[in-house]
């Protein structure tokens, strides 16, 4: 596994969503190896790469049906996450993992890590988001896509009018210095895009175009909505990023300062999914979780936020969006030989261009 990878879970302490306090890794540890918490039915491990204001709202309904469940959320980044559940791997401490890219469960599965489980109403799921086997080990909620975000004072500042559309626009020379992206080492969005790149390109002409393109970019970020708030910010002048998080920073800001581009080549993109963690004792609130994560009510909830949910584009498309937003997603893209060449395109990727990568938070 790539060192860097591993150095980002083991040392980030990860943030506690919404109920209970936090948890660090020691905490986890415990938690872990107490054979009391591991079988009680009112405690509920929960690994998510969920945006933190979405944890909050989406958990409301599940915290009312269920208010003598205390509920551990650790959220972070999805690198950081996943090779969190990757070192864990011979004593898990999740129960569940909600939002997750599939890219990343694809990989869990191949390690033999996830418990198949279909949950109720999982019939409703459109195959291409869930797991083909008769019972899925993973089942998708949303998907997600590269976008960025224009901040067109720090361009003009420049003596920059052109606002890049495409790929091929942020390679122009005069972008030099003036791109921040997220890292896909420790972000799902940075690596939904540097896979996009490779889906789009291929192999040898995709890394060709990153050389080119980390000419232009100043810092990559370990999380894939910081370009975005901190090109709104007016620290830099193209976030590269994803298109919830865009689009949300150009509302905050005014599209006067800030435009959010969707390529037009098509974005890389990923699922949001959901699986149930194989443990010695698997919880019945567990699954119970992954039967509320995919109802209605929850689909409607993911709705908002994003144009495309497992069970079909809503009616009520987030403003920002195209009118057909399953169009602007690159068709060729291979999740299962995403998952199995992470570790590689990880390693080539820092090999490559992490000289340029954002300090490590302590």
């Known amino acids: 596994m790539n060192k860097k990878v591993i150095a980002l879970a083991m040392t980030a302490i990860l943030a506690m969503g919404s109920l209970t306090g936090c948890v660090t890794s020691q905490e986890a540890a415990e938690s872990s190896s107490a054979s009391a918490e591991a079988s009680d039915e009112n405690v509920l491990n929960v690994y998510t790469a969920l945006e933190e204001e979405q944890v909050e709202d989406y958990l409301t309904s599940f915290k009312e049906a269920h208010p003598d469940v205390t509920v551990n959320v650790t959220r972070e980044s999805t690198g950081v996450i996943t090779s969190r559940l990757l070192a864990e791997k011979d004593n898990p401490v999740a129960d569940v993992v909600w939002g997750l890219s599939a890219t990343s469960l694809?990989?869990?599965?191949?390690?033999?890590?996830l418990e198949p489980y279909a949950p109720e109403g999982v019939d409703r799921i459109q195959p291409q988001f869930?797991?083909?086997?008769?019972?899925?080990?993973?089942?998708?909620i949303d998907a997600w896509e590269t976008a960025w975000l224009v901040n067109k004072e720090v361009l003009a500042e420049h003596g920059i009018t052109d606002i890049p559309t495409s790929y091929q626009d942020l390679l122009d020379p005069q972008y030099q210095g003036l791109i921040a992206m997220s890292n896909p080492a420790s972000s799902g969005t940075g690596l939904l895009t540097v896979n996009g790149v490779l889906a789009l390109y291929g192999e040898e002409e995709g890394w060709n175009y990153l050389d080119q393109l980390d000419n232009n970019v100043a810092v990559y970020m370990h999380s894939g909505s910081q370009p975005a708030s901190e090109t709104a910010a007016g620290e830099y002048g193209i976030g590269v990023s994803f298109g919830y998080r865009c689009l949300q920073a150009e509302a905050e800001v005014g599209s006067d300062i800030c435009e959010t581009v969707f390529p037009e080549e098509g974005s890389g993109w990923d699922m949001e999914a959901n699986?149930?963690?194989?443990?010695?004792?698997?919880?019945?609130?567990?699954?119970?979780?992954?039967?509320?994560?995919?109802?209605?009510?929850?689909?409607?909830?993911?709705?908002?936020?994003?144009?495309?949910?497992?069970?079909?584009?809503?009616?009520?498309?987030?403003?920002g969006y195209s009118e057909n937003p399953m169009d602007q997603l690159l068709s060729n893209i291979d999740f299962n030989e995403a998952a199995k060449n992470r570790e590689s395109i990880l390693a080539q990727w820092s090999e490559r261009y992490d000289a340029k990568s954002a300090p490590e938070e302590e």
Not at 106 to 113: A, D, I, N, T, V
Not at 305 to 311: K, L, Q, R, S
């Open 275 to 319: 699986a149930l963690m194989k443990k010695d004792q698997v919880k019945d609130i567990a699954k119970e979780f992954l039967n509320w994560a995919i109802t209605d009510d929850m689909m409607t909830k993911y709705a908002q936020n994003y144009p495309i949910v497992a069970t079909g584009v809503g009616d009520d498309i987030p403003e």
């Open 106 to 113: 694809l990989q869990l599965k191949q390690e033999g890590m």
């Open 130 to 140: 869930k797991d083909t086997d008769e019972t899925p080990s993973w089942v998708g």
